[in-house]
């Protein structure tokens, strides 16, 4: 496995897959990596000839008091686990190769509407963050194909919205979430979790599941199924950011008709933001 450090050393080795016809997907992470992202490689490795993934710690979609300077970083171990997984090339950047003119003063990109809700809402300039550190990645590594983990359903969304917007010839794969035996998503923000917060973590993922049966059964409108989870998590201990009920194409507020859903929820335990979703098909 190559560990490639500059943009220049991954369009050569890029460029000599591309000349021999091989096809290539990308797998962005930020690094300290657990069994979710190998799941991303092995689709990765389904899709394409060559799998790069890029670990950057991307400091535009973090906001003032979060936990950018702490985030976990794990460069010996990810590397060990990225070879396991038979990744090509892991692309490590420093921050100021992806930002030569500094954080202020770099272009940014924003998808209007999916930016400023839900998360966005709570996270002001999070998503600029992200779409635009993505649409670097795809600039330099001119993929085939990009793979992302649905737990983050809103970035998944979004970022194929922008990848429709901008005629990006590439195809964004969602990777199923996985989950600890007792239901609670796989994150590297867990271990920031004490052992009574770890042990109500799955509840976010139980009243999930709740608001799923709540809408086959079909006896409440949506806002209802949403203010009571949003209770009960707050009765649970947790401090609750939304609960909220989507169209799954779009994030939109469902349409009469609308079949397909995504429940979507993010809530704090202590000083750990959690997040999660589940998809619902309605009959």
């Known amino acids: 496995m190559e560990i490639l450090r500059s943009v220049a050393a991954v369009r050569r080795s890029l460029y000599g897959w591309r000349l021999a016809g091989e096809s290539i997907a990308l797998v962005p992470t930020m690094g300290n990596l657990h069994a979710g992202h190998d ?52 692309f490590v950047p420093t921050v100021a190769a992806m930002y030569p003119d500094g954080r202020d003063g770099s272009t940014t990109v924003s998808v209007p509407g999916l930016s400023s809700v ?24 001119v993929p085939d194909v990009a793979v992302f983990g649905e737990k983050d359903y809103q970035q998944l969304v979004l970022l194929r919205r922008m990848a429709r917007d901008l005629q990006l010839d ?23 979790l004490d052992a009574g917060e770890r042990q109500l973590a799955p509840r976010l993922h139980e009243l999930l599941q709740d608001c799923r049966r709540r809408l086959l059964a079909g006896g409440q409108g949506f806002a209802a199924i949403e203010r009571r989870a949003f209770r009960q ?7 609750p950011d939304y609960v909220a009920i989507r169209a799954a194409h779009d994030l939109s507020i469902p349409a009469p008709g609308c079949r397909r859903l995504r429940v979507l929820a993010a809530a704090r335990l202590g000083r750990t933001r959690l997040i999660d979703n589940i998809a619902v098909q309605l009959r």
Do not use: K, W
Not at 66 to 83: G, I, K, Q, V, W
Not at 173 to 179: H, I
Not at 233 to 239: N, T
């Open 170 to 192: 590439i195809r964004l794969v969602g990777g199923p979430t996985l989950r600890e035996p007792d239901g609670l998503a796989l994150s590297s923000r867990n271990q920031y």
């Open 233 to 239: 998590l707050q009765a649970q201990g947790f401090v």
């Open 118 to 141: 839900l998360c966005g809402a709570h996270r002001p300039g999070h998503f600029d963050g992200v779409a635009s550190v993505v649409l670097r990645l795809f600039n330099i590594t």
């Open 39 to 90: 799941s991303l490689m092995a689709i990765a490795r389904r899709h394409a000839d060559r799998v790069v993934a890029s670990i950057f710690v991307n400091p535009t979609q973090f906001g003032p008091g979060e936990d950018y300077a702490s985030y976990p970083r794990t460069p010996r171990e990810d590397a060990a686990r990225l070879r396991a997984a038979g990744v090509d090339a892991v």
